[in-house]
């Protein structure tokens, strides 16, 4: 099993899972095998960057193989040994989003692969290329199955298969057209897939140094093309590439790479009508998924071997499984309406009019509810609930205190009840008063917590409030005091300039003086341009947010300050406040890296992943000791806390004295 093994293989049509943990790796049950050899080998490196590479692909196998324990230690061991090693510390991200892995933590995998390609861009060697190609790789399918198909496709056409060709390492190149083929399959796109995989194909077999690896992945292009072309009723075609993953298979009956296989070939002789030898295939196919990870292949096989028996006319058995179908632990709600719609449509043929009616009118609900949009918005609502806070609170102060009045009198008049009552009861009148005055005390700071937890509630939505309009109040003076220096001053300074010119010529004897201070006004006047520019950037407003971030790193930079800015997938549809308030964040952590870090190069990194914005920069600086930064002079944390804070945010800070800092950065930025 190959250590870049791509996360997610073999997805075909509509079973993307909704569940990354439920997906299987296939292999050729080579794997133990191989990671022994390896863990040997390793023990005899002299060489520590080899190790760490080594490390690095074990700690991947041990994964595959399911014993999370080990692979997590020789993750351990070779994060420890790759921070001597630039390269390896690059590389170290790709395997760190490895990690995360059937955890599901989708935006830590996302940042880490995206890390790894920023730091693996300052190289331009083959293997820089190829783990370049097989992360964008890895960030598509992760889109993909999340339904970003056209992100999926962009991070394949566009990073991953540039990268993959200047690797040369046609394995990788394959993978990334099997990927390609595999979002056409999904969007009922066959021909165009049937080009894909053939280049595909074609690489995978001129590729040198074959070994099991290479052979598990050409395998699974071959039953992915055959299945494209029993889809195209290219049937000669297709059993022609069957073939060859059955002389692949045969001498590995046991390997989970046959599950596939099985149900390829099931298919095929579905299509040419062998009904009883499509079923022998499935049952093999079924027998193999034993394994938890094998669930959606089991449903999809399971779904196959019902339309053969639809076609047998064997209903009975359709049906039990249908109904298995309908009742799987990984079922997700696209497969359920076409298992409903398969039901209604078996009852119907078998002229059971009321069951065919009744599932009839399950897929016509649920298939009506995933027409439906699933997020409303409810800015009204909002808008409603804020301008009514002051009201509420007025309401809740004055229930809380005739609350208060009720119960002391209340107390009172069952004080003076209990005194005028008869002596024999007396003792007895004087428990019960004590016991129900306990109660009501119990009630009465129930009460009061419910009205402290309500005034704090509102407490809260009025520091909201009042964030807001600090920040609208800010941003509204920058732009007042910028419009004030650009056509007031900066005009004053204009006619100034008009007017010494004038003298210039006029006055030979001072031309010399008077160009000094004409020049001087220039630079004063460019200096004031840019600080107006900084106030309120017209790019921010005109051109968007990327654009804005781009210029403003742009203007930074300098022979002694080196400022990488990169971006992906960031949307013009931010809210224009919400992109002021990120222009301002990025704007204040550069001014920390420039004037307080020290710092000589600056990495900024913007991504956008749907409605969360996350920030990352990274300077080589003096460091701090980060339990010590609310003592730090004009550091300026606190107003990039308080913007943070505004955006329903987090704010991470890693440092190390003398070594750099980096801050991490997410936002929320839904309309």
Aim: proline content about 2%; charged content about 20%; overall charge positive.
């Amino acid at each position: 099993m190959s250590v870049f093994k791509f996360l997610f293989p073999f997805l075909i049509a509509s079973f993307l899972c909704k569940n990354l943990a439920a997906q299987m790796t296939y292999s050729l049950d080579d794997d133990l095998a191989y990671t022994t050899r390896l863990e040997n080998e390793t023990r005899l490196l002299k060489n520590d960057s080899s190790k760490t590479h080594n490390y690095f692909k074990l700690s991947v196998l041990y994964k595959l193989l399911g014993d999370t324990t080990t692979a997590k230690s020789y993750l351990q061991k070779g994060l420890n040994t790759a921070k001597s090693y630039p390269f390896l510390n690059a590389v170290s991200h790709f395997y760190k989003a490895h990690a995360q892995y059937n955890n599901i933590d989708v935006n830590v995998m996302l940042r880490e692969l995206l890390m790894a390609d920023s730091l693996l861009s300052n190289y331009t060697n083959k293997t820089s290329y190829k783990l370049r190609g097989m992360l964008w790789h890895n960030y598509a399918v992760i889109q993909q199955t999340f339904g970003h198909e056209l992100i999926a496709m962009e991070s394949l056409t566009k990073k991953a298969a540039v990268y993959a060709q200047l690797s040369g390492h046609a394995e990788v190149v394959g993978g990334v057209f099997k990927g390609i083929a595999i979002i056409h399959i999904n969007n009922g796109q066959a021909e165009k897939a049937q080009y894909y995989l053939k280049k595909a194909i074609a690489l995978y077999e001129s590729a040198p140094n074959a070994n099991v690896t290479w052979l598990e992945e050409l395998t699974e292009v071959y039953l992915t093309y055959a299945e494209n072309l029993i889809g195209l009723q290219q049937l000669d075609s297709a059993n022609y590439f069957l073939n060859k993953a059955r002389i692949v298979l045969t001498p590995k009956p046991n390997a989970n790479l046959n599950i596939p296989f099985y149900n390829a070939e099931g298919l095929y002789y579905t299509k040419i009508k062998q009904y009883k030898l499509a079923l022998q295939s499935f049952d093999k196919g079924i027998a193999l998924c034993t394994h938890p990870t094998a669930a959606y292949s089991l449903d999809r096989i399971k779904h196959a071997k019902y339309k053969a028996l639809v076609y047998l006319n064997d209903f009975k058995n359709a049906e039990l499984i249908a109904k298995e179908l309908i009742h799987s632990p990984y079922l997700i709600p696209q497969n359920l309406v076409v298992y409903y719609n398969d039901l209604s449509e078996l009852y119907f043929s078998q002229k059971k009019f009321k069951e065919a009616m009744l599932w009839s009118k399950k897929y016509k609900i649920l298939n009506d509810s995933l027409s439906e949009k699933r997020e409303r918005k409810k800015i009204t609502e909002l808008e409603f609930r804020f301008n009514q806070t002051e009201n509420e609170k007025k309401i809740i102060l004055l229930q809380a205190e005739k609350q208060k009045i009720e119960l002391s009198q209340e107390n009172n008049r069952l004080f003076i009840t209990l005194l005028s009552g008869i002596s024999l009861l007396l003792l007895t009148i004087v428990l019960l008063s004590g016991l129900y005055y306990r109660n009501n005390k119990k009630l009465l700071i129930q009460q009061e917590q419910n009205y402290q937890q309500q005034l704090n509630e509102i407490e809260q939505k009025r520091a909201i409030h009042f964030s807001k309009a600090l920040i609208e109040g800010e941003e509204k003076e920058r732009k007042r005091l910028a419009s004030d220096l650009h056509d007031g001053l900066g005009g004053l300074l204009a006619i100034i300039k008009i007017n010494l010119s004038g003298l210039v010529s006029k006055n030979e004897d001072l031309n010399t003086e008077l160009k000094t201070i004409t020049s001087q006004l220039d630079n004063t006047a460019n200096e004031l341009r840019r600080i107006a520019r900084n106030m309120m950037p017209e790019a921010l407003i005109n051109l968007g947010l990327e654009v804005a971030l781009k210029d403003l790193c742009h203007s930074l930079f300098t022979e002694k300050i080196k400022i990488d800015f990169q971006s992906f997938a960031i949307q013009a549809a931010i809210p224009k406040e919400k992109q002021i308030i990120i222009f301002r964040i990025v704007q204040e952590l550069l001014t920390n890296a420039i004037r307080h870090a020290k710092a000589s190069s600056v990495l900024v990194q913007c991504s956008q992943n749907e409605t969360t914005f996350f920030i990352t920069v990274e300077d080589n600086g003096v460091g701090f000791k980060t339990n010590h930064t609310e003592t730090r002079n004009g550091i300026g944390l606190l107003t990039i806390k308080n913007r943070v804070d505004y955006l329903n945010g987090t704010l991470e800070i890693h440092s190390i004295p003398q070594e750099g800092t980096t801050i991490n950065i997410e936002l929320n930025v839904s309309k």
